[in-house]
């Protein structure tokens, strides 16, 4: 019997909710398939703000280190918004992904038959599309240096930060995304501002370079700008799109968005080797937490891609994935993706549903 | 009987087709209003790289320094896209923004009753949808200091951009945010990414205590990630927009495509003093260039705004955009926006429609 240790972060908001019908879904499907797991749980986030005094203690990163995947919730809320840095959530979960390495996010945006007409689209632009975002996740503006605060001789302050990529950076995400385009349609976008930036130019070269090793891959550049605007317009055009860390940020946001249900979507981070972290694309809903109404779905999905990736169950993984279309067959749906003629449920009643149809 | 100096940049693609229409309706209007213009002509972007060697000649920005306006069509082309960067189409119009020290970037995005189903969003959605961005556009990442590329001890090599903003460039285009909402709807949305980068935490700071001496106008703050989003699911909860100028890049051209019509949307760049710089939000579009069927309506529409913002002509404004409407109205579209039942028209011809309704 094959056992797996999976360190559990549920964070803030619904983050405990959710996380906990992502455990029974993955303890079930384990007993189904002879898989054992070890779950550990640690705080990350707000929560441990709250509790331990910093968003990410030293044992929740070990412990995630030391294990052979994460899965994590979400966190952030209005509540640490004013906190400095070093004491926000945000700055916990940014930890977490340079800690472990995870240079690699893979963000799906994928609208399902059964809740085309939740997207905001128009039917025949929503139906169909198929994207997978590839974003860079330890590097550019987010992490480069220098950065922070600084008293200009005329009196005023100025703040900074740096986006930055180097050869190396670039070239090993370029390769998730030319790996993970050969795997799907062929079609691989890469997203830039070379037309105005230096750190994009760099970006473009090296794409642009690989691009020789992947002859059965067609490759294609388009400018941040114009991305946001071709995904509205037709985002059946795309299929596998890689880009750095803030463009992918609001691009992945902004395709998840046109599914109408980011609380169908999940997300798998991943590194060179090491655990990878698995967690849903929505965030941690302070507004609705504790009352039992967050969708579980993209965290059980997240659960899934966790076992597919991180473990390489691919059976476990398609039987989570098939139940929860089936439970979305028989009509239920929580209230993000509620719509005429079909049954309201809670967070926990969802779960039940996708426990009895697996 | 007045006079106003203006300088017109056809600058690349379709611009000499559509500026030259809008150039037409101008003499008129001001024919009616008893406004002579002065039309100076001069080049910018490739048109100028070909001729002259650079994409942003002396003469054409001290023209431009000196007239009461500057009328923009638009630059660029997959011709010059490999240039080095001093030699890029875009470089120029940058040059031109610094140079006439446009800090503030208006661009609204209007559903029009008569275009309501040019939108790849549901109707429901899109129908109302009246928003403005105020971008900043001279300062943050497009101009941030150090830039460059640089040569790693190790070999790699790194390209780097840095975005930064001091509190009196904060404090001028929130003003103008301010501003703006205040004659609109009174609400303003500032986009930022405070929760990550401190560059963003001073804009945010900075924004905020502005608020005091506009009680008039609701502030709120959005993340630029949910905004991406926020902008698909219901672009009706915004006003007006206030952002730094890559997130204002972004935001703006996915809140103008949500219109369906970008043909038909203007933009005006101001700074404290001097000549704006008036141009369409869209591209120069070379793969349709030459061929009398680019929609001229946004270069008309920017030639409207130069007259009510620039000049202070509020009546020639409006006579410009109601014969636009008209122009709709009686059923004339281009390709860009046409749809079943109304008739096709190219660019030449909806120039004289306009100036017929006129
Ligand atoms: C919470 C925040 C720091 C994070 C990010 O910007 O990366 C989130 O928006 C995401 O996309 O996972
Ligand atoms: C052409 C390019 C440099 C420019 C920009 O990024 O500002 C354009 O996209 C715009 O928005 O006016």
Not at 163 to 182: K, L, P, Q
Request: glycine content about 12%.
């Amino acid at each position: 019997r094959k056992s797996y240790k999976v360190t559990v972060l549920p964070g803030d908001g619904i983050g405990p909710e959710i996380i906990g019908v992502a455990v029974d879904v993955l303890r079930l499907v384990g007993s189904q398939e002879g898989i054992n797991f070890e779950f550990t749980e640690k705080l990350v986030g707000g929560a441990a703000i709250d509790e331990l005094g910093t968003p990410l203690p030293e044992d929740t990163l070990t412990t995630c280190q030391q294990s052979d995947a994460v899965l994590l919730a979400a966190i952030g809320g209005y509540k640490w918004d004013k906190n400095p840095r070093d004491m926000k959530p945000e700055t916990g979960l940014l930890g977490l992904r340079a800690g472990l390495g995870v240079f690699a996010n893979l963000r799906p945006a994928v609208v399902l038959p059964q809740l085309v007409d939740s997207s905001t689209l128009k039917r025949e632009v929503a139906e169909g599309v198929d994207i997978m975002v590839v974003r860079e996740l330890t590097g550019g503006l987010y992490f480069g240096q220098p950065r922070g605060f600084r008293q200009e001789s005329n009196g005023e302050r100025t703040g900074y930060n740096t986006m930055v990529y180097s050869t190396s950076e670039i070239d090993r995400i370029a390769r998730v995304g030319f790996e993970t385009a050969r795997k799907r349609r062929g079609k691989l976008c890469s997203v830039d501002k070379a037309n105005v930036l230096e750190v994009s130019q760099l970006w473009r070269e090296r794409v642009t370079a690989m691009s020789s090793e992947y002859p059965d891959v067609e490759l294609s550049h388009m400018y941040v700008d114009n991305a946001a605007m071709q995904l509205i317009r037709n985002p059946k055009q795309f299929d596998t799109i890689v880009t750095g860390n803030i463009f992918g940020d609001i691009i992945s946001d902004e395709a998840s968005m046109l599914t109408g249900s980011i609380g169908m979507l999940p997300s798998a981070s991943i590194g060179e080797s090491g655990p990878g972290l698995y967690e849903p694309i929505h965030g941690s809903a302070p507004d609705i937490a504790g009352q039992d109404k967050a969708n579980p779905l993209a965290q059980i999905l997240s659960a899934a891609m966790l076992l597919r990736y991180a473990l390489g169950e691919e059976n476990a993984a398609q039987r989570i994935e098939a139940a929860v279309m089936g439970a979305l067959d028989k009509g239920f749906r929580t209230g993000d993706i509620m719509s005429p003629g079909m049954e309201y449920v809670g967070c926990k009643k969802m779960g039940d549903i996708v426990l009895e149809t697996l």
